[in-house]
């Protein structure tokens, strides 16, 4: 029902930034939050930071306070502003939406996009 694109990854040098931009279509009506998932390499997927429909945040800890999460309920775009850069931050980032409905719930996931933080 709703179908994610991803775009803004790439090569950056440490301490430097990037902003990834995820557009959703289809059922946009019903999504709760969309958010922004990463995995390493050879580590396991972890949550990055995620906003509700009306605005609410979360963080990880290695994140806060260098990556912004934002959202336009209006455009069905969630966006994630990645600032001083470190090379554990290197990953592929999948955006993620969550759809919420009376008697039932949904995940969706973009194709990931490759952030790679290297001098």
């Known amino acids: 029902q709703v179908q994610l694109v991803e775009s803004g990854g790439g090569l950056v040098q440490p301490g430097g930034s990037l902003r990834l931009s995820c557009a959703a279509s289809?059922?946009?009506?019903?999504?709760?939050?969309m958010g922004w998932y990463r995995q390493p390499p050879g580590k396991q997927r972890e949550l990055v930071a995620s906003?509700?429909?009306?605005?609410?945040?979360n963080y990880a800890d290695s994140v806060k306070g260098r990556f912004t999460i934002s959202r336009d309920n209006g455009k069905n775009t969630v966006s994630l502003q990645m600032n001083s850069l470190e090379p554990e931050d290197t990953a592929v980032y999948y955006c993620n939406v969550k759809v919420v409905q009376v008697l039932s719930n949904t995940e969706y996931w973009g194709q990931g996009t490759q952030v790679t933080v290297s001098a």
């Open positions: 906003i509700t429909r009306g605005g609410n945040t």
């Open positions: 289809g059922s946009v009506n019903s999504i709760a939050a």
